[in-house]
């Protein structure tokens, strides 16, 4: 993986992340679907704690949607991934902090997405709640 796709433990993601987060093992493949209705819009807050160097991604059936680390301000990740697309990181080890956030349709029509988390190398401790507003 390049350099950027390499990250060290979050100095945000123990402000954002509770320590209520759930074991996968290794090859856990986690679905996440969202579905709104026309004109809401939100965004999350994926954590992941991992005890060794460990890759995780987010994989989209369908739909599009924002993914990348977390970032502070009223968009905290700009990177859109669509049907097909896998998005990975190689985590090192601590706490790490994600943001994905939906992305609006252009016309007055319901959001719908369809993914998976993927981890592979090691176990992670896992979670996911709706973004604060900063």
């Known amino acids: 993986m390049t350099e950027e796709r390499r990250l060290p433990a979050?100095?945000?993601a123990p402000a954002l992340c509770?320590?209520?987060?759930?074991?996968?093992?290794?090859?856990?493949?986690?679905?996440?679907s969202l579905d709104e209705p026309p004109r809401?819009?939100?965004?999350?807050?994926?954590c992941v704690s991992v005890r060794k160097q460990t890759d995780v991604a987010l994989k989209v059936e369908t739909g599009i949607i924002r993914f990348g680390p977390?970032?502070?301000?009223?968009?905290c990740v700009s990177t859109a991934i669509t049907d097909g697309q896998e998005s990975w990181y190689r985590l090192e080890p601590g706490l790490h902090a994600f943001c994905v956030e939906e992305v609006p349709n252009r016309r007055d029509l319901p959001y719908r997405f369809e993914g998976m988390w993927r981890i592979r190398a090691?176990?992670?401790?896992?979670?996911?709640?709706?973004?604060?507003?900063d």
């Open 10 to 12: 979050g100095t945000v």
């Open 18 to 32: 509770a320590d209520d987060l759930q074991s996968y093992p290794a090859g856990a493949r986690i679905p996440l």
């Open 40 to 46: 809401r819009i939100r965004a999350f807050v994926a």
């Open 70 to 75: 977390y970032q502070p301000g009223p968009t």
């Open 122 to 133: 090691h176990e992670a401790r896992f979670g996911l709640h709706e973004r604060p507003r």
